[in-house]
């Protein structure tokens, strides 16, 4: 793909995602102000828990399928890769379904109204079953944005209409599982039409489990303990601080998810190249990637430490004056997740070293789970804030020793021209005659 194309599709993929910030506009300070402090953190809390059960039922199976789809050569192959798939998910979003009711049970906030725990629940069952993965394997970059777009729509017409007050919470997850179904529905259907039915079996799902898992692994120690932050300060702290962090954390996420539209686009298409043997190609298309991800990070950084306190209190009310200072220290996470999300899926993804990714994020999620039951009942929502930030920063760390190691810093912009200065500087320290030893 040269480089005009990329950037065309690029743009699209950007321009779809621009919907759903536009959603996000109109929504947040919608629940912020007509469900109010608790309320809103209890609508978060379990958003949060939606998350976990996504992640869950997923298992890392996005990246794998969309890695075996952009290799695949003919609609069969296709189609046995979206039917293993779709029986993989549907095991494991019965198991999400019970971890959920459990979870839901288990928290002080979501027990008081079940329901809404029960709603995230089928949420993220029905997120899990998504088919963004084959459509992106595929190079059709379109398809999914504009079923997205369609459910965007759906919802916010249903929360708009349907949540006059703090009583109405449960329709927001209402809602939003329905417009879910409906995109489900038109995802599956125009699959089934390209490549026919899917055929549901359970032979395969154990050896695409043992090949999912160490990605699910990264998952599970760098994404599923920051996604289940809210959840997890739900146990640690006071309804008003999950409110002002999940506040803030919606914000975070919404900057954190811009990186994402531009991996959907470079993870098929340097997969693609290095199946093709096109080495330089996939070089050129991962330096391109890394350029645009740490520039972003650290302009995200720059605009959440300047105009969070000006912002976050004019669109969520004065009550959410607090969350512009969790969102501050959000703001130091940016650049170590654009260079996270670089090395884990433009270089480890298509280059199949998940089993390092499986070692950085378990060890990344240990630190950040740690940091998180050490500040989050000294601090509060800051706490929580800053053992993100920790998780993050642990990371970054591990995963430039792994590049280091494997000799792919060359990759990331400038990195072969500081690691030289690096080693000359500790080389200086050497003491004479150690380098003769």
């Not at 695409?208 to 959840?231: D, K, Q, W």
């Amino acid at each position: 793909m040269d480089r005009r194309k990329h950037v065309n599709i690029i743009a699209f993929v950007y321009g779809g995602y621009l919907m759903r910030y536009v959603y996000l506009i109109i929504v947040v300070p919608f629940y912020g102000r007509i469900l109010g402090v608790a309320e809103y953190g209890r609508v978060l809390a379990a958003m949060s828990l939606m998350n976990v059960i996504w992640m869950l039922a997923s298992y890392g199976f996005t990246f794998v399928g969309m890695r075996e789809v952009s290799r695949a050569q003919s609609n069969g192959e296709c189609n046995s890769i979206y039917s293993l798939h779709t029986s993989a998910r549907l095991c494991l979003g019965l198991l999400g379904g019970c971890v959920g009711i459990v979870a839901t049970m288990c928290s002080p906030v979501l027990s008081e109204r079940p329901l809404i725990g029960v709603l995230a629940t089928l949420l993220g069952v029905v997120s899990a079953l998504n088919l963004g993965w084959l459509f992106q394997g595929r190079q059709h970059f379109r398809t999914p944005i504009m079923i997205e777009v369609f459910g965007f729509a759906l919802s916010l017409v249903l929360v708009l209409n349907l949540v006059k007050g703090p009583a109405d919470s449960e329709w927001v997850l209402a809602s939003l599982l329905i417009a879910g179904v409906a995109s489900m529905i038109i995802s599956y259907g125009l699959t089934t039409w390209q490549l026919g039915l899917p055929r549901l079996r359970a032979a395969g799902i154990v050896p695409l489990i043992r090949g999912s898992t160490m990605l699910f692994c990264y998952s599970s120690g760098s994404v599923v303990l920051t996604a289940s932050s809210t959840y997890l300060l739900t146990l640690l702290s006071t309804p008003a601080q999950v409110g002002y962090f999940g506040a803030a954390e919606r914000f975070a996420t919404i900057g954190l998810s811009l990186m994402g539209p531009a991996a959907q686009v470079f993870v098929p298409t340097i997969s693609a190249q290095l199946a093709r043997g096109d080495k330089d190609g996939a070089h050129v298309t991962t330096r391109r990637g890394a350029a645009l991800l740490m520039g972003y990070g650290f302009i995200v950084l720059c605009g959440a430490l300047t105009l969070s306190p000006f912002l976050l209190p004019l669109i969520l009310g004065a009550e959410f004056e607090p969350s512009a200072r969790v969102l501050q220290c959000f703001a130091w996470m940016f650049p170590f997740a654009a260079f996270n999300e670089f090395v884990a899926f433009y270089v480890f993804v298509p280059r199949k070293k998940d089993r390092l990714l499986a070692i950085a994020g378990a060890v990344s999620g240990v630190a950040n789970l740690a940091a998180a039951l050490y500040l989050a009942p000294r601090y509060g929502a800051i706490g929580m804030a800053w053992a993100r930030v920790i998780g993050e920063a642990t990371l970054s760390v591990m995963l430039m020793s792994i590049m280091v190691r494997l000799e792919l810093v060359g990759l990331v912009p400038g990195g072969q021209r500081a690691l030289g200065m690096f080693r000359l500087a500790w080389g200086a320290r050497v003491p004479p005659g150690a380098k003769d030893k």
